[in-house]
Nanobody
Framework: QLVESGGGSVQAGGSLRLSCAASGHTYRRYCMAWFRQAPGKEREGVARIATGSGNTYYADSVKGRFTISQDNAKNTVYLQMNSLKPEDTAMYFC????????????WGQGTQVTVSS
């Protein structure tokens, strides 16, 4: 089970932090990631983290602005989003799964992020 929180509305240039709490089994077994999907656009993998090693990956569109991190004590992954742009507006989904699947076997319910200009 993946439970996201932290979405909302913010002006361009602002920041938001998304959280994703996972069961201990899921957190220890799989890598975790954030995807987003905006209306009329393809789903995009934003960032992922291997919770065992801490290795991270970012899409070019968010590199330098977003940071994925983990709290092993809470089985939680975070996505810190800074310098937000209107084009970051989307539903953001937390996922978990094998790395070969892009960490996307299991999906949370999604949290909306809206950035106004």
């Amino acid at each position: 089970q993946l439970v996201e929180s932290g979405g909302g509305s913010v002006q361009a240039g602002g920041s938001l932090r998304l959280s994703c709490a996972a069961s201990g089994h899921t957190y220890r077994r799989y890598c975790m990631a954030w995807f987003r999907q905006a209306p009329g656009k393809e789903r995009e993998g934003v960032a992922r983290i291997a919770t065992g090693s801490g290795n991270t990956y970012y899409a070019d569109s968010v590199k330098g602005r977003f940071t994925i991190s983990q709290d092993n004590a809470k089985n939680t992954v975070y996505l810190q989003m800074n310098s937000l742009k209107p084009e970051d507006t989307a539903m953001y989904f937390c996922t978990a799964g094998p790395e070969v699947s892009g960490c996307s076997g299991y999906w949370g319910q999604g949290t909306q992020v809206t950035v106004s200009s």
